[in-house]
């Protein structure tokens, strides 16, 4: 009898540590401090300034992200409207950089981001990457638009926690409020300093890449920082003076407050004892033949 179970245990102990998942817990996020929507343009061959880290996050974000079924080189913009200027132009153009360009499909407005997060909780859409527009720049986030993402914020903890990329800029509490509800304790704190600005080790392997030309004043200002509980989130950058500039992580990364095992911990611990339990049968075998 004991022999049935034992090899089962084992079986599965294997299988789980040595073949590949279908897709990783966790999508990788950039959440940062700047206005870089406001700081960049394209000169006619490239993006310069802050539109250049913009095209290169965004590209980190659509080929790592790991979303079940979402719809391959596509992003939600939430905030802007296509053709407005500001905030709306730069992501319209970091896209059209990208190899091959991605698709962005703009909401703007706070009725037309309820519906996307009805559309995403029913299937009937499923970027690849959602976008959050900030407001440092024209045709960005209102306060309005802002309550809603607060209200949907275990909406965007999902997505996230499922596999979907996440990309923001500044902008407070119609911007972060969401944010807060998810990680009670963080703070966006309105002093940043890009002179100086650096990537952390944790940025580099998160997002090669970028360097720190494309974060720091040669692209442009930053406004915010991130302080206080940042939970399950990794600095990526820092900015001149060494205060939090931005925030998140790379593919496998979940939202959660600190102290809460992520899906990928509770893996590790549900495998831990997966072993321990196969360890204590074979032992109670061996000590009944013995």
Known sequence: MLKRIVRPIYALAFLATFLPVPYAFGGPVILGGDDLTDHGSFNGTVNVAGWLYIEKAIGNLLTTATRPGATP??????????????????????????????????????AAITQFFTDLASGATNPAVIWIAGNGAGNDIDATEGAVLTANATAL????????????????????????????????DPTCNSVGATLTPAGLAAFPGLSNSDIDNNA???????????????????????????????????????????????????????????????IRRNRQLS
């Not at 500039?245 to 997966?274: D, N």
């Open 73 to 110: 080189n596509t992003i939600a913009a939430l905030g802007s409207a296509f053709g407005g200027g500001g905030a709306g132009a730069a992501i319209q153009s970091a896209a059209a950089q990208l190899v091959p360009p991605a698709t962005v499909t703009y909401y703007d407005g706070a």
């Open 157 to 188: 903890a999902n997505y996230v926690n499922s596999g979907g990329g996440l990309m923001s800029h500044t902008g407070g509490p119609d911007v972060y409020g969401w944010l807060t509800v998810l990680i009670p304790g963080i703070v966006e």
């Open 220 to 282: 442009g200002p930053c406004h915010t920082s991130f302080s206080g509980n940042l939970g399950s989130l990794q600095v990526l950058a820092t900015d001149g003076d060494g205060l939090n500039y931005i925030i998140g992580g790379g593919a496998g990364t979940i939202i959660t407050p600190a102290g809460i095992p992520t899906l990928s911990e509770w893996a590790q611990i549900g495998m831990a004892a997966l072993l321990v339990g196969g360890g204590l049968l074979a």
